[in-house]
């Protein structure tokens, strides 16, 4: 059954004690965290802006990076948002907002250049920059991983919609099945790649057609009925009331 880790969906089947994870845009590392928690795993948690990297707790199976992924290598302006969750690398540093300078480099850079022996799980939530990033890795190296999940910002209006088209089209040619588990844009969207996950055309089918709207619902009955979300939306027993 599929799972939520921090908002973001994969199949916990394909994770183990063994994954290698790359969380790109960790934030805080709550992602990475829950990760280890559940799993076990290894994680590599990147994140530009060094002051929020440094709220990560250190944890011996989490690896932190202060960088940011995208589509070149090179030194970038990075915006600081109100809201962490927010920031994210600008071309116009002219405008209204804290930026500091970061450094910029590709997945591939960063695989080859910290000896990443191979990514089980990426997740990539860099706000706007995940078109750049993914365009910028060679077919080879997706074709290699077994799970991504991603927060595409089409909801937002930073990307456009028809660039995550393209790119879940590309990703469907390179053997993954792709599937928005999110209501609105491709917040929350799971490509899970059947060349190297051993996964049913039915079990996809499934997830599609009736785990998203079943999550939906749920999330939608909860809020109505003042319950405090949980990430797994079958396990009625971590339901809480929200404070009054």
């Avoid at 004690?17 to 559940?38: H, K, M």
């Avoid at 991603?150 to 660039?163: K, S, Y």
């Amino acid at each position: 059954m599929l799972s939520s880790y921090a908002w973001h969906s994969l199949h916990p089947r394909f994770i183990g004690a063994d994954s290698v994870v790359v969380d790109l845009g960790a934030n805080e590392g709550r992602f990475s965290q829950v990760i280890v928690r559940e799993f076990g795993s290894v994680c590599h948690a990147v994140e530009p802006d060094p002051a929020i990297l440094a709220r990560i707790p250190a944890n011996e199976r989490i690896s932190k990076y202060c960088l940011a992924i995208g589509g070149t290598v090179d030194r970038v302006r990075f915006s600081i948002a109100e809201s962490s969750l927010a920031s994210r690398v600008v071309e116009d540093s002219s405008r209204d907002v804290e930026t500091i300078e970061v450094e910029q480099t590709t997945l591939a850079d960063f695989i080859r250049r910290f000896q990443i022996p191979r990514v089980d799980v990426l997740k990539v939530d860099i706000e706007g920059a995940e078109i750049a990033a993914l365009d910028a890795c060679a077919d080879d190296l997706l074709r290699a991983i077994g799970q991504i999940t991603i927060e595409f910002h089409d909801f937002c209006g930073i990307v456009p919609p028809a660039d995550v088209v393209r790119v879940l089209g590309r990703l469907e040619r390179l053997g993954f099945s792709c599937v928005r588990m999110s209501r609105v844009g491709h917040q929350d969207t799971w490509c899970v790649n059947r060349r190297v996950c051993r996964i049913s055309g039915l079990e996809i089918a499934f997830v599609r057609l009736f785990v998203r709207y079943y999550w939906g619902a749920f999330r939608v009955l909860k809020r109505r009925l003042g319950f405090a979300m949980t990430e797994r939306p079958w396990d009625f027993r971590r339901l809480s009331r929200v404070p009054e």
